[in-house]
Nanobody
Framework: EIQLQAFGGGLAKVGGFLRLSCVGS????????IGWFRQAPGKERKGISCIDSLDGSTYYDTSVRGRFTISRDSTRNTVYLQMNGLTPEDTAVYYC???????????????WGLGTLVTVSS
């Protein structure tokens, strides 16, 4: 059974940083994508970044491009999301998900971890 767990959320100040980790287990294929999504209060879940397990190709939503960096450690089945230059608009519950290919649409991903809350305050 594929399982994912996200870690690293918390409270950060404006301009600060956090690093989220997504640890997976039970992966049944070598080629997959891990996506990071977030859902702010009162808003729909949105894909913000994802990475391909084999070639490392990445995607970033315009809202985080240049501030967030996704990376992977395949030996540990872990994907990281380094978040710099945080703003209050980054406040959300962050989720990681497992899917067959890099995409920013949640429907592509078929396994989801529980979210981790990120709160950015001034």
């Amino acid at each position: 059974e594929i399982q994912l767990q996200a870690f690293g959320g918390g409270l950060a100040k404006v301009g600060g940083f956090l690093r989220l980790s997504c640890v997976g287990s039970g992966f049944t294929r070598d080629h997959y994508a891990i996506g990071w999504f977030r859902q702010a209060p009162g808003k729909e879940r949105k894909g913000i970044s994802c990475i391909d397990s084999l070639d490392g190709s990445t995607y970033y939503d315009t809202s985080v491009r240049g501030r967030f960096t996704i990376s992977r450690d395949s030996t540990r089945n872990t994907v990281y999301l380094q978040m710099n230059g945080l703003t209050p608009e980054d406040t959300a519950v962050y989720y990681c998900a497992f899917g067959p290919s890099v995409a920013n649409r949640s429907a592509v991903y078929d396994h989801w971890g529980l979210g981790t809350l990120v709160t950015v305050s001034s």
